[in-house]
């Protein structure tokens, strides 16, 4: 029989699964929807149990139903960062709190660059503090919910949740690490003791590895738990978007991944990472790698907001709708904020806003003005990497949003750059069964299992209407910015 390699991402909205043969083929797909919780607003939740677990079980049950040979190895992506706080016997004490959508910690972010320092924290680990750092999580936690804080005894992420289960071994990721500021040092690739004990004290920190290492081996607990063959090697894994990357190829220098997702997320490969207030800097998928980062709070999720308020049509009929209204929607301009806005931002009190509405827009105008302002938001992420030293020398798009041909066009004519589109873009699961063979040897981590199908160029007659509209997009956020925030203060009083 063959070898077989699984990899399953648990995403912000739904999970999903491959089983592939070393050499890229896929031998089968599977998903499973879940719910993203709001509690309130700024709060994004996840049930550790009834989501991460349940669908990782679920996925193994479907996939291994359609394996015709030999589990050689398994590896788990999932969103993040995120701060997952157990007991000892690694229980889930409360809803996990996911990544930089979850902006509940704004007074820590703050507390805590006044304390330590921004050029001290930029310093050890190339990022600011933001909504998306695990650190300033970690101390709302031991503020806001002391009965949980005296009950935990780590924290754990989505793919290291699952490691656990699957292996006993308490690790995590290098890349994921490098987002859990300022708790780690991005140039001595370790734990920063001294915060980690002023911030979190008592906490135990994971064992480090990088992504396409071997955490641990299937115990048999994890076997009767998912059908998986005992001994099974399992990879540590890292955050979706990182395994997203991997799974296109994008790990040179100047190469970038364009995550079209519920949320929208960009990784750039640099051979030196500079330090921007405005990005991350992170660790890399392997040993010696780092990117610069940027992600939008919003892209997707936008869509599925507009579908479900316009009585759930068919994706198909609202992209049918759009395609037909002329670029730039006729005077409809969209801030994109409707969580709030990570890079080049971030303003977690930043609002959503829909200008120069008339009675003659409709459905389609909306939809397509909400995908305009997602170009527009990568635009200025793009350009806030090179005004950060960085160059992009080739983008490629991945995820489920480049399955039309309306959205990443719409990128390419606002962005003027053109898109590569791979010849699988299922995103980070495929990644995660490519990661899965480089732990096992069964892959060369140089091997380009994902060749490119097609590429996306830009319209020249595009760039005037484009262009003018871009200029209309910065200054409204500028101009609308304190009432924004007046609104998120009353938002977060109801």
Same mark, same amino acid.
């Given at each position: ?10 995403? #912000?909205?739904?999970? $999903?699964? %491959? ?5 890229? +083929?896929?031998?089968? #797909? ?20 009834? %989501? ?10 479907? &996939? ?9 190895? &398994? @590896? %788990? ?35 805590? #660059? ?8 930029? $310093?050890? @680990? ?53 987002? @859990? ?14 915060? /980690? ?24 607990? *994890? ?34 991944? &364009? ?6 997320? &960009? ?20 040993? !010696? ?5 940027? *992600?939008? /709070? ?13 009585? *759930? ?6 992209? +049918? ?30 609002? !959503? ?18 995908? +305009?302002?997602?170009?527009f938001g990568v635009r200025h992420n793009l350009e806030a990497m090179e005004e950060a030293g960085a160059r992009i020398d080739r983008i490629v798009a991945v995820g489920g949003g480049t399955k039309g041909d309306l959205w990443t066009q719409i990128v390419t004519d606002v962005t003027g750059r053109p898109q590569e589109i791979p010849q699988q873009t299922i995103g980070a699961a495929y990644g995660d069964a490519w990661l899965a063979g480089v732990a096992t040897g069964l892959v060369e981590p140089d091997s380009d299992w994902n060749p490119i199908a097609s590429v996306v160029r830009p319209d020249p007659d595009a760039a005037p209407v484009y262009e003018r509209l871009y200029e209309m997009y910065l200054r409204l956020y500028t101009s609308t910015r304190d009432i924004s925030h007046a609104l998120a203060e009353i938002q977060s009083d109801g």
């Amino acid at each position: 029989m063959s070898e077989l390699l699984v990899g399953i991402d648990i995403g #912000t909205s739904s999970s $999903k699964g %491959v089983l592939a043969r070393p050499d890229g +083929e896929i031998v089968a #797909t599977a998903e499973r929807a879940h719910e993203l919780s709001l509690p309130r607003p700024g709060w994004a939740e996840h049930d550790a149990e009834g %989501v991460w677990w349940a669908d990782f079980t679920a996925l193994c049950g479907e &996939l291994a139903e359609g394996a015709r040979g030999d589990i050689a190895g &398994l @590896c %788990v992506s999932g969103i993040g960062p995120c701060l997952l706080p157990v007991d000892p016997n690694g229980g889930p004490l409360r809803p996990a709190i996911l990544y930089g959508i979850d902006t509940r910690a704004s007074a820590e972010i703050a507390e805590l #660059t006044e304390r330590l320092g921004l050029d001290e924290i930029l $310093k050890r @680990c190339g990022s600011p503090l933001t909504s998306q750092a695990v650190g300033p999580k970690l101390l709302w936690l031991l503020r806001n919910e002391p009965e949980v804080w005296e009950r935990t005894d780590r924290f754990l992420m989505a793919n290291s949740f699952v490691v656990e289960r699957l292996t006993g071994e308490f690790v995590l990721d290098h890349h994921s690490a490098s987002q @859990c500021d300022p708790l780690y040092d991005l140039a001595a690739g370790a734990w920063i003791d001294e915060w /980690a004990e002023d911030i979190a004290p008592g906490l135990r920190l994971p064992r480090l590895v990088w992504p396409g290492e071997i955490a641990g081996r299937v115990t048999d607990d *994890g076997a009767a738990a998912t059908g998986l063959r005992a001994g099974t090697p399992v990879a540590a894994g890292t955050i979706d978007a990182w395994a997203e990357a991997a799974s296109v190829g994008v790990r040179n220098p100047g190469d970038l991944m &364009l995550m079209y997702g519920t949320t929208m997320f &960009l990784i750039a490969v640099l051979a030196d990472v500079p330090v921007s207030e405005r990005l991350w800097s992170t660790a890399g998928v392997f040993s !010696g790698t780092r990117n610069l980062a940027a *992600g939008m /709070a919003t892209s997707g999720a936008l869509t599925a907001w507009l579908r479900e308020l316009a009585g *759930g049509p068919s994706y198909e009929s609202l992209i +049918e709708g759009a395609s037909v209204v002329p670029r730039g929607s006729e005077g409809l301009l969209v801030l994109p904020y409707f969580a709030g806005e990570r890079t080049p931002l971030f303003d977690p009190d930043a609002r !959503g806003l829909i200008c120069g509405l008339t009675l003659n827009h409709g459905r389609g105008h909306i939809y397509r003005a909400l995908l +305009e302002a997602t170009a527009f938001g990568v635009r200025h992420n793009l350009e806030a990497m090179e005004e950060a030293g960085a160059r992009i020398d080739r983008i490629v798009a991945v995820g489920g949003g480049t399955k039309g041909d309306l959205w990443t066009q719409i990128v390419t004519d606002v962005t003027g750059r053109p898109q590569e589109i791979p010849q699988q873009t299922i995103g980070a699961a495929y990644g995660d069964a490519w990661l899965a063979g480089v732990a096992t040897g069964l892959v060369e981590p140089d091997s380009d299992w994902n060749p490119i199908a097609s590429v996306v160029r830009p319209d020249p007659d595009a760039a005037p209407v484009y262009e003018r509209l871009y200029e209309m997009y910065l200054r409204l956020y500028t101009s609308t910015r304190d009432i924004s925030h007046a609104l998120a203060e009353i938002q977060s009083d109801g």
